[in-house]
């Protein structure tokens, strides 16, 4: 396969991976836990740590892709990600495998913010969304398939190759990448050093605050606070050079997306581990049984991903997105009435092949939405601040459900509704970000910008 859809398939098989190791930890934690005895606060880290170092360069690694070429920043991440892999695999404590998460998130945030651009230039306006729908349900599908694939590679072999498995994954794609993906010649921008210090020190005060709530959290909060006004200060002075294009949120259809994509973000992030952990630890099943209650979700969203982005492409993102938000609030009311209601678990799976169709429709729509609002020379800045929001709403998402089963330990069923409570208004409220997305993309808001050679 060769031209624009070969291209995509390369950028598609790695950016699996990554999504694949956001989620993947959470059904092996029981037997990480047995083997490695890291205390409730190591094992939290293993997946936070690895949240942190994501969430945190997206920034930078934007717009390093519109300077060096987001190919050659991309495959670098790739390379990256499978090394850390394999050192993840072989940790000997729970501090060396939280020090490899973290290598692991770095890797991955060179790469998350350039498939976007890379689609972008690659799909003319008219097939951008059936590009951005596959790319979307693969996505959601390596986020969901996490859970399951680590359940099963837990239950039939050891921890340690949900982290093995990746090292070939990293290789196939690699190879595909160097293969098919188009470069481009970069652009001579100027990357500002001290709004990256000073954006990078801000956005890691604040990610860890939220992931850690130690008595140290305020006072970081606060010097987050002081670190990103100076910087969001410092950005406007900075034109098509900003690390962060501010004024896009100025336009009503990028400011919605961006927020239905944090939605998006927190919840289907937020739910993966209270959901493994009722069904594991409050109704007793197995890693196998977990994992095949969660397994739908991926299975509608991979076979919807055809029929979305045609859709889109038809008649513009704003319903398909507002449809799929709707999806996402009814999927976890489902989830969440199992748990408070203490229905069979196995209702579980109603609400997971819904939350397929939800990731499905959502996707694609917000995320062209997004980059139809920015000029070409400023699209890795742009992926990199749309990636950035949605990152750091998924760790609010994980935060707040990680304090809330902590403090009702003692009550789990509680813990668990509340939880299930919080991210359903939380998804709620993505919703209503939906709905206020432009009817249509007006000539004026898409610039299609240059193939890539």
């Not at 690699?174 to 709004?195: E, K, M, N, V």
């Not at 969660?294 to 076979?303: C, E, F, K, N, Q």
């Amino acid at each position: 396969m060769t031209g624009k859809w070969g291209g995509l398939t390369a950028l598609l098989a790695g950016f699996f991976v990554i999504l694949l190791d956001t989620t993947i930890v959470a059904v092996a934690s029981p037997a990480i836990q047995a083997e490695l005895k890291p205390g409730v606060a190591g094992l939290f880290w293993v997946t936070a740590g690895y949240l942190l170092a994501f969430s945190v360069p997206l920034l930078v690694f934007g717009r390093l892709g519109d300077r060096f070429d987001p190919k050659r920043v991309y495959l670098f991440g790739m390379a990256g990600f499978g090394v850390a892999s394999a050192w993840c695999s072989l940790s000997p404590s729970v501090g060396w495998l939280i020090a490899f998460r973290i290598l692991q998130g770095l890797a991955a945030a060179a790469m998350a913010p350039q498939p976007l651009t890379l689609i972008r230039r690659l799909f003319a306006e008219d097939e951008r969304g059936r590009a951005l729908g596959v790319w979307g349900s693969v996505a959601a599908a390596g986020t969901l398939l996490g859970p399951v694939a680590g359940g099963l590679l837990t239950a039939t072999l050891d921890w340690r190759w949900i982290f093995w498995v990746n090292v070939p994954l990293c290789g196939v794609a690699l190879l595909l990448g160097l293969r098919l993906i188009p470069g481009s010649p970069g652009r001579a921008t100027r990357l500002d050093a001290l709004g990256a210090v000073a954006s990078t020190a801000g956005l890691s005060l604040l990610v860890w605050a939220l992931l850690s709530w130690t008595s140290l959290s305020l006072l970081a909060l606060a010097l987050s606070a002081v670190l990103l006004v100076f910087f969001s200060r410092r950005e406007r002075g900075q034109g098509e050079e900003a690390l962060a294009p501010l004024e896009l949120y100025r336009s009503p259809g990028y400011s919605a997306a961006s927020l239905a994509m944090a939605a998006l973000g927190a919840t289907v992030l937020a739910m993966a581990l209270p959901t493994m952990l009722y069904v594991q630890d409050v109704r007793g099943f197995g890693p196998v049984e977990g994992a095949a209650v969660l397994a739908p979700d991926a299975v509608v969203a991979m076979v919807l991903s055809p029929w979305t982005g045609r859709w889109v492409d038809r008649i513009g993102p704003r319903r398909p997105a507002v449809a799929g938000m709707v999806l996402l609030t009814a999927s976890l009311l489902i989830v969440g009435l199992v748990v408070a209601l203490h229905l069979n678990p196995w209702w579980v799976a109603a609400g997971a092949a819904v939350l397929g169709a939800a990731n499905a429709l959502a996707w694609a729509p917000l995320s062209v939405t997004a980059m139809a609002s920015v000029a070409p020379s400023a699209a890795g800045a742009a992926s990199g601040l749309f990636n950035t929001v949605r990152q750091v709403g998924a760790v609010a998402g994980v935060a707040a459900t990680g304090a809330i089963l902590a403090g009702l330990a003692a009550r789990p069923t509680l813990a668990f509704g509340v939880v299930f409570g919080l991210i359903t208004l939380t998804a709620a409220a993505g919703t209503v970000a939906a709905l206020r997305l432009p009817k249509t993309l007006s000539v004026a808001e898409v610039a299609t910008g240059e193939r890539l050679s």
